[in-house]
């Protein structure tokens, strides 16, 4: 049986009107993977629709989860405090905050350390969305 990829349904564009660039599903990817890809930002980032920093990190799981299991697979938050700062910038009011919050209760973190703090939440949002694809995966797997 062949192994399915996801990624060749990801693409990257830059935006028009300052040249970033962003993640985005293709217009070949079918409506499974686009309906994945829609219920992570609803269910799991406060509906947030659509979010380049989930985009791209649902695009860079999918890549190395197509080549590692995941218990092989280190995830990393963003290493510069100013890539953070800027994650906690664009989505703070969306979600950054939220899972900031969420790992300073869930590992009982008493620190008024900005960076562990930053470092927490975003490893933690990308833990979630990796252990998402794995099992998105993993089901598509088992359908086949």
């Not at 300052?18 to 980032?45: I, M, W, Y």
């Not at 629709?49 to 590692?68: G, R, S």
């Not at 470092?119 to 933690?124: H, I, S």
């Not at 099992?135 to 086949?144: H, I, L, R, S």
Request: net charge negative; aromatic share 16%.
């Amino acid at each position: 049986m062949e192994k399915q990829t996801y990624t060749k349904y990801f693409e990257v564009r830059k935006k028009q009107y300052d040249g970033t660039e962003f993640s985005c599903l293709n217009d070949k990817a079918p409506q499974v993977l686009c309906d994945f890809v829609r219920d992570v930002h609803r269910r799991h980032f406060y509906d947030i629709w659509p979010n380049d920093w989930i985009f791209a990190t649902i695009h860079q799981a999918f890549d190395d989860l197509e080549e590692n299991s995941l218990e092989d697979i280190t995830i990393d938050p963003d290493m510069y405090n100013n890539q953070l700062y800027k994650w906690l910038h664009e989505n703070g009011n969306a979600f950054a905050s939220a899972y900031c919050d969420e790992y300073m209760q869930e590992f009982g973190l008493e620190t008024y350390d900005l960076n562990k703090i930053l470092t927490g939440g975003q490893w933690l949002a990308k833990d979630k969305i990796y252990n998402l694809v794995n099992q998105f995966m993993q089901e598509q797997k088992e359908t086949q």
